[in-house]
C-alpha cells in the first residue's frame, strides 16, 4: 500500500534555528516527490524532486531526495517567523495516475 | 498565482441535505482534484478528474460525487450531507505538458454540517 510519512508531527523552534523536516515514502513506481508549505489557507509549492542527491534550494530553504532509503529531507536555515507553517510532501500513487498521496504533515511552530 | 477559485468559502448545511462545491479554473490544466483537510489526517484526495467527463475515485470517495462537463469546471456534490463531511475542502490543478506533477491549490471551501 502506498504510504508518506512525516516527522516529526510538530515543532517549535526560536528564530535562527535551523530545523530538518523528514518525508519517507512507500511507492512502488517512484516519479516525483513535491514539498510544500501551507500557512493559514491553501497549499504553496515548494520544491519538486526525481533524482537522488540533487539538492533543491530556494532562499533559506533547501531539499534532498534519497531514493535508495526511500525519504526526502526539507532543511530551513535562519528560522524566522514567517516560516510557521504546515509543510506537507506528497508523491504520485504507484498507479501510474496522477494522484497524489500525502503526508500528515509537519506543523513547524517558529518563535521570536 | 495559478487561476482557481472555489465557491462558496464557507457553508453551513443541515445533515442531510445536498451540497454541491464548485472548482473554477484558467488554465487549461488537464487535472483536477479534490481533497478534503481535517486535523491529523493532511490532505486526502476524495476524487480527481484527467479530462473531460473522465474521473477516478480517491481513497475517501464514498459519500461523495464529481461531474466535469467543462475543462474548466469540477463540481463536487456530496448528495446528503453528514457530520463527518465537516471539513475544508480545497481544489487543486495540475497540468503534465512540461513533465511536471506540480499541483496548485485552490483558496479552500470550508464546510460545516450540523
Known amino acids: 500500500e502506498d504510504k508518506v510519512v512525516q516527522s516529526p508531527l510538530s515543532l517549535v523552534v526560536h528564530e535562527g534555528d535551523t530545523v530538518t523536516l523528514n518525508c519517507s515514502y512507500e511507492?512502488?513506481?517512484?516519479?516525483?516527490l513535491l514539498w510544500y508549505k501551507q500557512e493559514k489557507k491553501a497549499p504553496t509549492f515548494l520544491f519538486m524532486l526525481t533524482s537522488s542527491g540533487i539538492e533543491k534550494k530556494s532562499g533559506r530553504l533547501s531539499s534532498i531526495l534519497d531514493k535508495k532509503e526511500l525519504f526526502s529531507i526539507l532543511n530551513i536555515t535562519a528560522t524566522q517567523t514567517g516560516d510557521s507553517a504546515i509543510y506537507l510532501c506528497?508523491?504520485?500513487?504507484?498507479?501510474?495516475?496522477?494522484?497524489?498521496?500525502f503526508g500528515t504533515g509537519t506543523r513547524l511552530k517558529v518563535l521570536a | 498565482d495559478a487561476g482557481i477559485t472555489q465557491s462558496p468559502r464557507h457553508k453551513v448545511t443541515e445533515t442531510g441535505t445536498p451540497v454541491t462545491l464548485r472548482c473554477h479554473q484558467t488554465?487549461?490544466?488537464?487535472?483536477m482534484y479534490w481533497y478534503r483537510q481535517d486535523p491529523g489526517h493532511g490532505l486526502r484526495l476524495i476524487h480527481y478528474?484527467?479530462?473531460?467527463?473522465?474521473?477516478d475515485k480517491g481513497e475517501v470517495s464514498d459519500g461523495y460525487s464529481v461531474s466535469r462537463s467543462k475543462t474548466e469546471d469540477f463540481l463536487l456534490t456530496l448528495e446528503s450531507a453528514t457530520s463527518s463531511q465537516t471539513s475544508v475542502y480545497f481544489c487543486?490543478?495540475?497540468?503534465?505538458?512540461?513533465?511536471?506533477?506540480?499541483?496548485?491549490f485552490g483558496p479552500g471551501t470550508r464546510l460545516t454540517v450540523t
Open positions: 487543486a490543478i495540475s497540468e503534465s505538458r512540461k513533465s511536471s506533477y506540480e499541483q496548485y
Open positions: 511507492v512502488t513506481n517512484f516519479r516525483s
Open positions: 478528474s484527467y479530462g473531460v467527463k473522465d474521473t
Open positions: 488554465e487549461n490544466h488537464r487535472y
Open positions: 506528497a508523491v504520485p500513487y504507484t498507479s501510474g495516475t496522477y494522484k497524489y498521496i
